[in-house]
T-cell receptor, first 113, second 111 residues
Framework: KAGVTQTPRYLIKTRGQQVTLSCSPI?????VSWYQQTPGQGLQFLFE???????NKGNFPGRFSGRQFSNSRSEMNVSTLELGDSALYLC????????????FGPGTRLTVT | KQEVTQIPAALSVPEGENLVLNCSFT??????LQWFRQDPGKGLTSLLL?????REQTSGRLNASLDKSSGRSTLYIAASQPGDSATYLC??????????FGTGTRLQVFP
């Protein structure tokens, strides 16, 4: 069974631009969560989607948004990029929402210049 | 607010040693606790999941315990190998699929 895939793996953007990252969960998984990892703040929860609905949201500004499609694939979007948005963005999938083991993808490394 | 702490922050040991990594959390109202490893620049690999009603889980040379009432978990690695070198992260699920991560223990096992 294929794991969680994320595209692109690396991205370089300029301040003020916007970016869209994609995540394909493990086949059959319906919950997708997104995390930001930085050296200073560690791993922080962004949001979680289940059956195309956002079920949970972390403490990030409205510039960070996401969505989930009917095939469970998810995208996250960051608008008006700032230097501090440079990070490794990880998505995780699980079969159900709440209490299930979460499996992570390899991440998208975003660099904002 | 849930806080997760991992001790030690870094560990360097010779091959063959048995290791104990510690994780503590401040709020015992959790769904489960999960241990991960992360290799440099890579994603997270799930090692063990302990549900809140369980006391321990084992997988190969790994054993994780959970004491929810005291807010503690330990990851025991038996007979460490150089391939175990990585950062180990614990995370508690306190809300629907929301994981709160510790800062990790960076482990180096030298031959």
């Amino acid at each position: 069974k294929a794991g969680v895939t994320q595209t692109p793996r690396y991205l370089i953007k300029t301040r003020g631009q916007q970016v869209t990252l994609s995540c394909s969960p493990i086949s059959g998984h319906r919950s997708v969560s997104w995390y930001q990892q930085t050296p200073g703040q560690g791993l922080q929860f962004l949001f979680e989607y289940f059956s195309e609905t956002q079920r949970n949201k972390g403490n990030f500004p409205g510039r960070f948004s996401g969505r989930q499609f009917s095939n469970s694939r998810s995208e996250m979007n960051v608008s008006t990029l700032e230097l501090g948005d440079s990070a490794l963005y990880l998505c995780a999938s699980s079969f159900v929402s709440g209490g299930d083991e979460q499996y992570f993808g390899p991440g998208t490394r975003l660099t904002v210049t | 607010k849930q806080e997760v702490t991992q001790i030690p922050a870094a560990l360097s040991v010779p091959e063959g040693e048995n290791l104990v990594l510690n994780c503590s959390f401040t709020d015992s109202a959790i769904y489960n606790l999960q241990w991960f490893r992360q290799d440099p620049g890579k994603g997270l690999t799930s090692l063990l999941l302990i549900q809140s009603s369980q006391r321990e889980q084992t997988s190969g040379r790994l054993n994780a315990s959970l004491d929810k009432s005291s807010g503690r978990s330990t990851l025991y690695i038996a007979a460490s190998q150089p391939g175990d070198s990585a950062t180990y992260l614990c995370a508690v699920e306190e809300d629907t699929d929301k994981l709160i991560f510790g800062t990790g223990t960076r482990l180096q096992v030298f031959p």
